[in-house]
């Protein structure tokens, strides 16, 4: 399930849904948003998927530059944390963030190579932005045909509308790792968890 929902938020969201339904412009800004970083993403890809294979450190690259602007890190890691963030100092908080999505994104950003434009589709947009949240229904194709429902969550921040969170068949993200890390930090306290996040994430070059 984790490594389908990595796959999907990093490749399915941005990688490639068919056209959305039209719909006033206003109203369609978060598909609008989702649309534009899966051309961008899967015309790089495309261009260069063989290199990408041969060096997978170079997707972690992409990620960064065109998925991470459109993913409200520490909202989502915000709700991962739910009770233990209140408690958290701010330079606990800061490695959570930063190691949470570090080693989301070496365990399974391989997996977007894999991703094709026909793998996706985008439902069209049903609900009131004015809420300032945003739900984008999308299926997706399993390499056995099946189609799945996957659904992002989006909300409307000082930058613009920013995925937090991503259901599929139904099981968030957010509430299946606020499970699983306070579980784990109840046991063994946020310190823990994060070093252990750190020494799976992907080890970047001294600045």
Request: no cysteine; proline share 3%; glycine share 6%.
């Amino acid at each position: 399930m984790i490594r389908i929902w990595m796959a999907t938020l990093g490749a399915g969201l941005w990688l490639g849904g068919t056209a959305v339904a039209a719909v006033a412009a206003e109203a369609d800004e978060p598909s609008q948003i989702v649309q534009n970083a899966a051309t961008e993403m899967l015309k790089e890809l495309d261009a260069h998927r063989a290199d990408y294979r041969k060096d997978p450190t170079k997707v972690y690259a992409l990620v960064d530059r065109v998925l991470l602007p459109h993913f409200d890190t520490e909202y989502s890691a915000q709700q991962v944390l739910a009770k233990h963030w209140r408690t958290a100092t701010a330079e606990q908080r800061r490695r959570f963030i930063d190691a949470f999505y570090q080693a989301l994104l070496k365990n399974y950003g391989t997996a977007l190579l894999e991703f094709t434009a026909d793998r996706m589709t985008i439902l069209p947009f049903k609900g009131d932005i004015s809420t300032g949240r945003a739900l984008i229904r999308t299926t997706v194709k399993r390499d056995n045909g099946v189609q799945i429902p996957v659904n992002y969550s989006l909300r409307k921040t000082d930058k613009g509308w920013k995925a937090y969170d991503v259901s599929i068949e139904g099981i968030s993200y957010v509430k299946s790792y606020r499970t699983d890390f306070g579980a784990e930090i109840d046991q063994k306290g946020l310190d823990s968890v994060i070093e252990r996040l750190e020494k799976q994430g992907v080890k970047r070059p001294a600045q």
